[in-house]
């Protein structure tokens, strides 16, 4: 019989020998020289000079958390006692995605010579060109899709296009970098952020994605910076991954969703002024208060909406009245419920006679090539393979409609063909647990683990009183929980479960969870 260790092992057809290669731990040897960036020298130089100068500097950031991450990466860089970049980020519903013509007007005449455009800029050609038409300096630090022509900038620097990197990584490593090489030194707060927005931004998590991740874990949980810590649903089991994706990313992201006034700002602020204490108890607070806002909102919207163009192959949903910041939300619910390529459409703030929207989609619909081949009915579009934004004139819906459902039928889902590792109720213990995250992190491109526990009788589950959640008490240290389980359940005598492990810790007892979330007769 195989031990759990090698059922793990084959499940990822790892051998001893890559598995202990695999597990090692990180340190910054294994961060790649940030001069492999070409023109990063001279970028650090330049910028170098524009702050001996005292020229004016304005980091242009994106309202994500890779673009909150990454600006703050970039402020902190640059800051130094006698000088202060400004920084901004765009409000999601009246400036849209990326630097616009008005902004450049406007920043032109606050007087600011420098523009650094960070998680945007990189397919901007004409919003740069008109910059640089006002005397304007431009640089870009972008990990975007690079188009057959680039911005005229005067640096870029972005993962591929730079020859850093065979895949693809996040803003906020652009940023961290771009701190090293600023910096001459390695911060370790600028590489957490750096964490934050790889596992936000759903890299792969492969290379110095890897590398970054797993070494921002390490730091975080030996500094525990306690304005990253206050955004955490718990304080006392170590900080994984799933914490950061589940808990932090969501807060950070909400604040973009739902404000679109100055408190906007408050959220870099937050990152930034890692030593106000009064101010980080009081705007962490803000911070959750809002999410559970915008939590509030998206579960009404599900529950309450009728205007669905369900086709055959695809889903459209639109609101005049919705707020722009959720419709990526809801397209992401409404695609797993449908389990087809979904779009999710509002009514432009700023052009009446414009539909935005978000769209989603699973492996085998790519959204990228999706979109530039409806580029001829679009009025603005991106992304990345499974989610992107668009804009297009409401006169053109019923075309949009018939293309996106073309493309549809011609770019199904690819199917998953999912495998399970099978294993007895005395493997749900502490130790496989510490086992399994020998392999962490997981993520894109490196699923976390999925078991199946085979032929549980039924008759061995129980309820909670309200009849809403099955716990079951397997020891004093373990159990099996499946929230909102489905009644169907009971109809069988036995059953086969489907989970993965997750620790618990309650006034400071400990115990190991396998959480279900589905089943099988």
């Given at each position: 019989m195989n031990t759990f260790k090698e059922k793990l092992l084959k499940y990822y057809n790892m051998s001893e020998e890559q598995y202990l290669l695999f597990c090692k731990d990180v340190s910054y040897s294994d961060l790649k020289d940030s001069s492999n960036y070409r023109d990063i020298d001279k970028c650090v130089n330049f910028i170098k000079n524009c702050v001996e100068q005292k020229k004016k500097i304005l980091i242009y950031g994106d309202y994500d958390c890779d673009g909150i991450m990454s600006t703050s990466i970039l402020y902190l860089s640059i800051k130094t006692n006698d000088y202060t970049p400004g920084f901004y980020i765009p409000f999601r519903e009246s400036d849209g995605y990326g630097l616009t013509k008005n902004n450049i007007d406007r920043f032109k005449n606050l007087g600011y010579e420098v523009l650094i455009l960070i998680d945007n800029g990189i397919t901007l050609n004409d919003e740069v060109e008109y910059a640089k038409s006002l005397g304007l300096s431009v640089i870009i630090m972008d990990h975007h899709t690079v188009q057959e022509s680039v911005p005229n900038a005067d640096y870029i620097l972005h993962p591929t296009y730079s020859s850093f990197s065979n895949i693809n990584m996040c803003a906020g490593s652009v940023a961290f970098y771009f701190s090293v090489a600023y910096l001459g030194l390695i911060d370790d707060y600028l590489l957490t952020l750096s964490m934050i927005s790889t596992i936000s931004d759903l890299m792969e998590l492969n290379d110095q994605n890897r590398v970054l991740v797993k070494l921002g874990l390490k730091i975080l949980n030996k500094n525990k910076?306690?304005?990253?810590?206050?955004?955490?649903?718990?304080?006392?089991?170590?900080?994984?991954?799933?914490?950061?994706?589940?808990?932090?990313?969501?807060?950070?992201?909400?604040?973009?969703?739902?404000?679109?006034?100055?408190?906007?700002?408050n959220i870099v602020r937050y990152f930034i002024n890692i030593n106000d204490y009064e101010f980080i108890n009081k705007t962490s607070t803000w911070i959750c208060d809002t999410n559970n806002y915008r939590k509030e909102l998206v579960k009404t919207l599900c529950s309450s909406h009728q205007n669905i163009d369900e086709n055959e192959h695809s889903i459209i949903i639109f609101d005049e009245d919705m707020k722009e910041g959720l419709v990526g939300l809801l397209a992401a619910r409404f695609m797993e419920q449908y389990q087809k390529p979904t779009v999710v459409l509002t009514s432009s703030q700023e052009d009446p006679s414009i539909y935005k929207g978000s769209i989603r989609s699973k492996d085998g619909f790519d959204v990228n090539i999706i979109l530039s081949s409806l580029s001829d009915i679009l009025a603005s579009y991106g992304g990345h393979q499974n989610a992107g934004g668009l804009s297009f004139k409401k006169e053109n819906y019923e075309l949009f409609k018939e293309k996106f459902e073309n493309a549809a039928k011609k770019h199904p889902f690819t199917a998953e063909n999912k495998e399970y590792i099978n294993i007895s109720l005395t493997d749900i213990?502490?130790?496989?647990?510490k086992i399994i995250q020998t392999l962490a992190p997981f993520g894109q491109g490196f699923s976390k683990p999925e078991f199946v526990l085979k032929d549980i009788a039924t008759s061995f589950l129980t309820t909670t009183k309200d009849n809403k959640h099955i716990i079951a008490r397997l020891n004093p240290t373990s159990s099996l929980i499946y929230f909102n389980y489905d009644r169907s359940l009971f109809n069988e005598k036995k059953i086969d479960l489907y989970g993965t492990f997750r620790p618990n810790c309650f006034k400071g007892f400990y115990t190991m969870q396998f959480i279900i979330f589905g089943f099988h007769n």
């Open positions: 910076y306690p304005n990253i810590i206050k955004l955490l649903d718990h304080t006392e089991l170590e900080i994984t991954e799933e914490d950061v994706s589940m808990s932090i990313a969501p807060k950070v992201n909400a604040i973009g969703r739902i404000i679109n006034d100055n408190k906007l700002f213990n502490n130790e496989n647990y």
